[in-house]
């Protein structure tokens, strides 16, 4: 079985700051692993995905998010935060069959 | 491509009226799914498709509920009787293989 641990239901930065949001999962097979974003009234798009290649991946809007197996980690980051970041951030498992299992989600606060 | 399409996007019911939510996935896409998000629970999966065959509806809550997908461009969520508590924002996702979801822009299902 697959679980999501998404550290901190609410993240605050300033405008230009890093962003640093963690994400630890929990899978019996080698997993896929994905951030997606939610803007307000939106459905999710995708960030970003590891599917066991490189480890460290790059999405867009200038994010990206290392996969530790030794940690069990993907945590999803940005060097510079900007206003327009402000959205919730999902991470997700996938493992062994077509179901995403998602995190609660982290609320990206930016502030000027 | 026009992404996934959902309908409508905002309900509003009586309780004890039958709702209908419909989805028209990305074509070529062979897995769909049906997503509850509440702030309470968070993204629950309800139940997905692969090639038009339900193959997972462990997430179904309850008998009321109950998904259809008659062909591969077209699938319905169905919600009777409808009840305050099934108040929520519904989402369907399709995909191609493990690759990752595109998401519709969901419904807003309000029973009052």
């Known amino acids: 079985a697959q679980s999501v641990t998404q550290l901190g239901s609410h993240v605050s930065v300033s405008e230009g700051a890093l962003v640093l949001l963690r994400c630890n999962y929990s899978s019996s097979v080698p997993p896929y692993l994905f951030w997606y974003v939610q803007y307000p009234n939106q459905g999710l798009q995708l960030l970003l995905k590891?599917?066991?290649?490189?480890?460290l991946v790059k999405g867009i809007n200038g994010f990206e998010a290392e996969f530790k197996k030794s940690e069990t980690s993907f945590h999803l980051t940005k060097p510079s935060a900007h206003m327009s970041d402000a959205a919730e951030y999902f991470c997700?498992?996938?493992?062994?069959?077509?179901?995403?299992?998602f995190g609660k989600g982290t609320k990206l606060t930016v502030n000027p | 491509d026009a992404g996934v399409i959902q309908s409508p996007r905002h309900e509003v019911t009586e309780m004890g009226q039958e709702v209908t939510l419909r989805c028209k996935p990305i074509s070529g896409h062979n897995s769909l799914f049906w997503y509850r998000q509440t702030m309470m629970r968070g993204l629950e999966l309800l139940i997905y498709f692969n090639n038009n065959v339900p193959i997972d509806d462990s997430g179904m809550p309850e008998d009321r509920f109950s998904a259809k997908m008659p062909n591969a461009s077209f699938s319905t969520l169905k919600i009777q009787p409808s009840e305050p508590r099934d108040s929520a924002v519904y989402f369907c996702a399709s995909s191609f293989s493990l690759y990752g979801y595109t998401f519709g822009s969901g419904t807003r299902l309000t029973v009052v």
């Open positions: 997700a498992v996938q493992g062994g069959s077509e179901k995403l299992v």
């Open positions: 590891y599917t066991s290649a490189a480890t």
